[in-house]
């Protein structure tokens, strides 16, 4: 602990000395209240260990800040109106690092660049004087998919949920079974009330089906640090966008592998139990939700500990925006750790252009009804993509001819996620959201809309990021 102390003195007469270098100075002094809760929390390393891996990763990663916000904007015009939801949650107290998102499907469907999101980032933080950090993040990026998001990217979520359930070579998981005797047995971890019990067969059986995704995240990893240079970005490992979730025992068999393969992970995104569908609430069982979201809290500090994994590591929430009846317990969990997070919301921004538009009535109303109509005609084509991940009631849908006359009023309550608006309706609201494709089809038409009705739009933009999402999550409600 007096090592810890000495650290802090010596970062803070740093960070008074060279202001400019203080945000990393800022995210290595949270680091050290992290591992000093972790040996609070009962973590037995010495401290010296922690500070040699501090040092083995200072210059190694780019820091990520505790709480970060993953943002999607599909038609890049909505990155000013984004930063002002983390510039007023920061004026309250709760600071969010803002994070701009596209995947590389979002790319191809809407024929845009990683380079405009780079670009976009950039022109709003300017815009808005932001002198904190942010980052543009490849977003469930593999290694066929990574090279054009090198430049513009500095922070690449590295997708390997393809890779889960294929074996590994035989030797290998041999040699990662003998390699953490710690993993078998009787595992206690500070703040789960039992302790994992964990044969040598089940390390075997989780091995088999996650070593070769973490082996591919290590060569895509190694892919990225060798045209970009390791100190220039945050690296994710993500594995949400599978059949069944990992459970807690799993996730820390996967940060053991993770940490064999030297890869600085910041954040890690599992899947959780219960089903995250494109900007609708949670469905599932929220106190189950709970408890492992919990224990996985409880197995990333041990983990970070234990295997001397990067102090800044933290759980990324792929929500898929608006997973409001769990953000309370997720509060709670973050609180009673100390621990940080990651949320990535989906490309929700969308929709709100989309209630903008309608907002303003007349031309805005308009195209607003006309991509419903398109999009109602063409379900089965937009929904396909996107099964997994969205439950329409196509009986709840209205048909085209009944839209076509609704009032703004008609039309935003059906599509703001308001759940006490008896106009709401959620397979209205999913279907819009996958089919941004219409507005796309539409080019300048729709942008130039944008740009006529960027003040309504802006708003709506601001509000739901802030009010919606990260009040309820940092402040409560
Ligand atoms: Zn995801």
Redesign the pocket.
Known sequence: MAALASWRLSLCAASDKHPTRSPVLVISLVQISQIELQLSNGATNQSFIIISHINHFMNQYLPLGKFSFGMGDRFAHQGKAQLRACVLATELGAEFIPVWNK?NREHTFIGTEPSSLRAEADDAVKALNWKKSYHVDA??IRLETVDRFIAPSDFF?I?V?DSIAKPAAAADVKAFVERHPELVGKISIPHIDRPFEISRAEVERVANKFLLAVQDAGKIYTHIVAAKGAANFVTEV?M??TDSPQTPPELLIILAAIADQKIPIQTI?PKFTGRFNKGVDYVGDVKQFEQEFNEDLAVIAFAIAKYGLPPSLKL?V?S?SDKFSIYEPMRKALKKFGAGVHI?TAGTTWLEELIGLAEAGGDGLEIAKEIYAYAIEHVDEFCAPYASVIDIDKTKLPPASVVNGWSSKQFTDALRHDQKNPGFNPSFRQLLHVSFKVAAKKGDRYLNALKKHEAIIAKNVTENLFERHMKPLLLGK
């Open positions: 995947s977003d469930h979520t997708d949920a993500s949400d966008e995104a990324s792929h898929g990535k």
